[in-house]
């Protein structure tokens, strides 16, 4: 045979890696499908079944390619829902589940494939909600963690639009532990206390109204939020203080994983050895571009969830194509060292652009690492005045000139980068040099200079404002809402964002 496991071997590893409660078909005697034509479907004997059941018709009808050859199906022959769950030509979903659990730590043992960051996210809450027995959860502001509603119900980045009335009585959000402009800054002693302090505050705070908290959730470096880089330390308090409550740490890897940060496999790794998550979710870079995701947990919280007695079945969760596509892209990572290249130019991006902060007084803060970096632009570095129309310029600018970055963080004056990890030095040299001249004429217009910190308060904000209305006019009622949508997404925020700055 063409498999690469045997039978046995491959419910073996199912059982490892897999969570339990993704039951397999038959489980006293499960069938291996390796293939599927028409009404038929076929072990790895070669043994043909007449299918009667065809809930997931993956492959059936095309056979032409090689992942077509695997097929996934699930039947439910009697009322005990046995599950039959392909582990098609050489298994990639069980060899996917044992290569990611390759670069996490041993804790980290049981994996769930779904199809978004959404469904990861969503999943996790219900394994923590499992395991802990308790409700609530602590998210951070400006957090956002997926579209479906239990996830917009912790993603202030989505919610601070709604009314008080409308936000679940289960979340409660903590500060962004952001040492630039949050609560504590760099010049705080200890800044990851004092953020994990207010941490331990929320718990109390819910304890006192009887809740319970069973889970805190954060990306290990928020990216929507504003590419903020959480000081080491503050993970392991927050997990030390919510475990205490009997909760468990949820980190959200969703943009942040897979080599990006450099340094680590996972951004989580940053904070240091002595900090393991109980769940990680993962999404987008993990397909490449195709819908699949993942979450990872410990076997307790696995087991946990299993002995709710509800199983748990998703129609294209781990399927075979995606499962080998995600396989593909990690070997890809391997191959081509993009972790390697990640460190390499990232460090060489965020040198050019520090270099760049000494010449301009627009950049307040430069902050990444590896191929995640935030350039925070503001227009006084002492009260830290969001530049958020320069930096809608800038991103407008560049595109004209076809290079294409994004304005982040609850102001939209971070620009975001986060490009494919294939990037290289002369991609990097290149947009630092756009940005230098886009910013140097940006800071012409507002008569900001260095040496010059303190222009003429009168003078400027008049120019201040003029800018503001030409950006309004030229991005508002000269291009279409679609072309503004596409490069600048959120386009109801930051209209919205605009025109309140318009009217300040
Ligand atoms: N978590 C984070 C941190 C994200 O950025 C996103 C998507 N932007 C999600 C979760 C949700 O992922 P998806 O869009 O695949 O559902």
New binding site residues.
Partial sequence: SAERFEKKETIDLRKKYIGPSCKIFFSHDPIKIVGAKGQYMYDEKGQHYLDCINNVAHGKHTCTSVYTQSTLKESSQNSNSIFLFSVGHCHPDVVKAGRLQATLPDKLAVCYFV???????DLALRLARQYTGHKDIITLEN??????SS?IDISPYKFHQLSDTEQNQFVHVASSPDVYRGKHRADHPDPASAYADEVKDIINKAHKKGGKIAAFIA?SL???GGQVIPPVGYFQQVAQHVREAGGVFIA?????GFGRVGSHFWAFQLQGEDFVPDIV?M??PIGNGH?M?CVVTTKEVAEAFMSSGMEYFNTFGGNPVSCAIGLAVLDVIEKEDLQGNALRVGQYLTSLLEKQKEKHLLIGDIRGRGLFVGVELVRDRLKLTPATAEAQEVIYRLKEQHILLSADGPHRNVLKFKPPMCFTTEDAELVVEKIDVILTELEEALDLKLNNTLAVENESNKRKVSLTLLIIKKYFFNESVHDFAVTGFHFDFISLQFLREAAD
Avoid: F, I, R
């Fill in positions: 199809n978004s960051g959404s469904e990861a996210n957090a956002y963690h997926g579209h479906v996830l990306e928020q990216s929507c959200d890897e969703v943009q942040v979710t999404g987008k819908p995701s």
